[in-house]
């Protein structure tokens, strides 16, 4: 925590220069923090790792007991439970709830990037910058170690990131006379008209009630919506210029009709994917397995290209999704602790599993750069190496984007005054000015400065 | 007890000097009383009065994220008064119940009239289709429903297209509450009904004996003689018909996934007291809002109630 003990610090310092000498031993090949012969043996590690502990993880990651087995494995002394309390919002309440009443939080808990902060408040974390984060911090793309680790502390370890790119159904576009993904969101424009001239599909759809792919699209058009410096203060500007920009946009085409607004997930949209309602999704780099189950029947017919740019040449992306998994401050084992969620993270067989076999996009540049993973040719995507390409993409990403600390208000605020709007097939802008209003209104209420 | 006649039949003579025997007989019989419904209390104290009395206690508070808790007195349920949003769904709540049950109870009346009359062949697997969606829970019932009211491949707008009516939209915000009272309706037509129904199976045959004498058809039996002797059970659907709107909450939170767009966070007052507790993490002003709406239920109820008995009171006098 920010007032941490001295003696921690001590002991982090220590343990830190252990790390070097531990990953050495744990990994398979060394990896990229081998060497270093004169690393100190870290008594309080070697203790913690080789004392019988229990620890609880939860996690909605499916079949990641696959990759504690491996932990527990390289440390036989610690056992770990694994437990799924819900996804997103239900896991949120939970570990809420634990916290509130004192008991029954777990020790490592996943935490999407947007969310740390919201723990970060009610001081649930553990800065893991003293157990030796930052000896790990340049195997991670920057972007998504700048999510978990926005000032001077970290507060979890990157496990998966959403870096957005298109996806598309090529013979529709043909169809339609357009042979490449369209490069500008002006292109994109007059591929939409063009396509539901020819086909009567829609380009794509924009959820209605989506906060996550709208977010997203702010990030590359490089909005800064929100801002919190970690204690009381926060900055919220989610109808500035760039922001407005992203919404004049969407709002043209949508009330020109040749842009749905069904809201996602559920299963009138899967089948839209599947029919060829839609001729594409602008989605994040989990997208495309996710895809691949959805609309099987078009196997072959879909192919994946970088997000349309605001200005022709450039190469900017933003981001939907992914999590990290952080460390609570109640753990009792607070070592082993950061080392599963390390382990989990930043073993390289573990993190390569991760994304070959759960399929979550890594932020682990080993993984990136694998050729196992890299490589992977898609048959649904007509052989596209699509990993390689989000990859790519994920170099591109803006790096400083922050949340603010009750996201759960925001994404529901954003239903209200701009999801219903996009749905209406109103004015988007105006209504970015009434979420605003509302964002403020609450976070001055809640007792926050807001900037 | 003070009603235990029988003891006290046995013992007509022994009343006087054996006061003592038998109010030490009537003590134990107290105690096994006492002992057979505290289970009830025990129960009904820890599940229900505490966690009321916390929930009344939380409601005196104000939490920020940044400060903590202080103490707001009534400030909460000033504030709740005030907010537009909380009254827009108990008005919207209010309009529900005026449309909806009506609606639902008048169905159930006649299904429940049609069943007793014994002319409907095969009225027992009737009963027991009409009754069986109540059996579905409202979980599911309400996703079903999402499918059936979906407009590109709900097989409503499917028929609908295909008899060039276009495509209805269940789902869109002007509809959804009408698309909500219709899936309540289907729920709970068909537990009304076994409440009247049963109500009506309890009336005795002499009065049905007498209407015949009197000439009174089928339907002057049902108008003047049924529906007069079932007014208390009627009553009681109407009650519980107030309870459940004023609360519904499945409904709104599962058509939700569905139609965001539809449902706002204050749909009804029980969603947005849920909202408020776990989105919002404004856990005072959500206990604040409970004892509102608890209070508005029971202020409806009463007043339901006291009509009822003023006009059976009037009746009665003027008979």
Sequence with gaps: ?451 | MSHAPALDDERPTAAAPQKRRVSANQRKLNRAAYLFITPFFVIFVAMLIVPLGYAGYLSLFESRLIGGETFAGFANYVRALQDPDFLASIGRMALFFVVQVPIMLGLALFFALALDSGRARGSKGARLLIFMPYAVPAVVATLMWGYLYGPDFGPIAQIARSVGFGTPDFLSPENILGSMMNIVTWEFVGYNMIILYAALRAIPSELYEAAEIDGAGQFRTAWSVKIPAIRSAILLTVIFSIIGTFQLFNEPSLLNTIAPDAITNSFTPNYYAYNLAFINQELNYAAAIAFLLGLVIAIVSYVVQLNEQRRARKERSGA
């Design chain 1, 1 to 451: 925590m920010r007032n941490a003990p001295r003696t921690a610090l001590k002991l982090g310092s220590v343990a830190a220069a252990a790390a070097l000498l531990l990953t050495a031993c744990s990994s398979s090949d060394g990896g990229d923090s081998g060497a270093s012969g004169d690393a100190i043996t870290d008594e309080q590690r070697e203790e913690a790792l080789n004392t019988p502990t229990e620890l609880t993880f939860w996690t909605w990651v499916p079949d990641i007991q696959n990759e504690v087995d491996l932990f527990e494995e390289a440390y036989p002394a610690i056992s770990v439970t694994v437990e799924n309390v819900g996804q997103g919002a239900e896991h949120y309440q939970k570990l809420r709830s634990a916290l509130e009443a004192g008991q029954g939080a777990p020790d490592v808990a996943q935490m999407e990037y947007q969310y740390i902060s919201s723990f970060v408040l009610s001081e649930a974390l553990l800065d893991l910058e003293p157990y030796g984060a930052d000896e790990i911090s340049g195997d991670f793309v920057e972007w998504a170690w700048n999510q978990v680790s926005p000032g001077d502390e970290t507060w979890g370890i990157p496990q998966d990131v959403g870096p957005m790119g298109n996806l598309y159904r090529e013979d529709i576009l043909a169809e339609a006379g357009i042979d490449e993904a369209p490069a500008t969101w002006d292109d994109y424009a007059d591929a939409a008209q063009a396509v539901k001239d020819e086909t009567g599909s829609y380009i794509s759809n924009v959820g209605a009630t989506q906060a996550g792919q709208m977010i997203g699209f702010m990030w590359q058009a490089g909005a800064k919506p929100f801002g919190y410096d970690g204690a009381e203060t926060v900055s919220i500007n989610v109808n500035g210029t760039e922001a407005k920009q992203v919404a004049d946009y969407w709002t043209e085409l949508i009330q020109a009709d040749l842009i749905s607004t069904d809201v996602d997930f559920n299963d009138e949209w899967y089948q839209g994917l599947a029919n060829g309602k839609y001729a594409g999704w602008l989605t994040a780099a989990w997208g495309p397995i996710f895809l691949q189950g959805t609309a099987e029947s078009t196997s072959g017919l879909w192919r994946a290209a970088p997000l349309p740019q605001w200005s022709a040449g450039e190469q900017v992306s933003g981001n939907w999704g992914g999590s990290s998994d952080a460390v609570l401050a109640t753990s009792e084992n607070p070592i082993a602790a950061y080392e599963l969620a390390k382990f989990i993270n930043h073993d390289e067989e573990s993190a390569l599993r991760l994304a070959t076999e759960q399929f979550l996009f890594p932020p682990q540049l080993s993984v990136l750069e694998d050729p196992a993973f890299a490589g992977q040719q898609l048959e649904f995507y007509g052989g596209q190496e699509v990993n390689a390409l989000f990859a790519e993409i994920s170099e591109t990403v803006d790096t400083d984007f922050e949340w603010l600390p009750f996201m759960d208000f925001v994404y529901s605020s954003y239903e209200e005054t701009v999801g219903t709007v996009i749905a209406a097939k109103g004015d988007i802008s105006a209504a970015l000015d009434e979420w605003q209003t509302e964002l403020t209104e609450y976070a001055e209420a809640q007792g926050f400065t807001v900037e």
